[in-house]
């Protein structure tokens, strides 16, 4: 089993709808969550972070977060074309120092 | 703010040779993260290092190695070359001591040949 799962994709929405990513962490030590953004050709963006349990929104962007069940998320509503790219789910772990594990990313495409 | 810089942006070497990569954090972080990002095993931790002391160390062989500078500018450095070396490294950035977000660089694209 990896330490960070996400589906691979490729997530397919509509101009418009909300867009849903799920990251899975198998580590209960992990304390800090993060959702990275990444063009194809570039280097990874970060775009939310969260470290409660519950709901962290800024902007067309909601990070969620619980803990119990060990699954983070990531909705972007409203979604546009320039939002497709690959999103990393990363988690550091208590003692971890900034030691970040990645999952391999969900592939978004949003379509007009 | 300036951003991560690194340098070069790319690189081509052949194998058996070494390389060394450089990495500018932004102003006022202490810790230095290094990545490689391949096709097949994404993106993997190699090494932290924070205040020039290494923290932690991913799962690469001894042929990776890295040091930090006094003004946090840190360096990486991989020795003869294999094919299997090609990659995207990419250093992060962070202000905390721990679990704090990361900022990445853009990058430095390393051909192996």
């Known amino acids: 089993q990896k330490e960070v799962e996400q589906n691979s994709g490729p997530l397919s929405v509509p101009e418009g709808a909300i867009a849903s990513l799920n990251c899975t962490y198998s580590?209960?030590?992990?304390?800090?969550f993060f959702w990275y953004r990444q063009y194809s050709g570039k280097s990874p963006e970060l775009i939310m972070f969260?470290?409660?349990?519950g709901d962290k929104e800024d902007g067309r962007f909601t990070a969620q977060l619980n803990k119990a069940s060990q699954y983070v998320s990531l909705l972007i509503r409203d979604s546009q074309p320039s939002d497709s790219a690959t999103y990393l789910c990363?988690?550091?772990?208590?003692?971890?120092?900034?030691?970040?594990?990645f999952g391999a990313g969900t592939r978004l495409a949003v379509h007009p | 703010k300036a951003g991560v810089t690194q340098t070069p942006r790319y690189l081509i070497k052949t194998r058996g040779q070494q390389v060394t990569l450089s990495c500018s954090p932004i102003?006022?972080?202490?810790?230095v993260s290094w990545y490689q990002q391949t096709p097949g095993q994404g993106l993997q931790f190699l090494f932290e290092?924070?205040?020039?002391?290494?923290?932690n160390k991913g799962n690469f062989p001894g042929r990776f190695s890295g040091r930090q500078f006094s003004n946090s500018r840190s360096e990486m450095n991989v020795s003869t070359l294999e094919l299997g070396d090609s990659a995207l490294y990419l250093c992060?950035?962070?202000?905390?001591?721990?679990?704090?977000?990361?900022?990445f660089g853009p990058g430095t694209r390393l051909t192996v040949t």
């Open positions: 969260i470290y409660s349990n």
């Open positions: 290092y924070f205040s020039e002391t290494q923290r």
């Open positions: 992060a950035s962070t202000f905390g001591v721990a679990s704090y977000e990361q900022y």
């Open positions: 580590d209960r030590g992990s304390q800090s």
């Open positions: 102003s006022g972080h202490r810790s």
């Open positions: 990363a988690v550091s772990r208590a003692g971890g120092y900034n030691k970040l594990i």
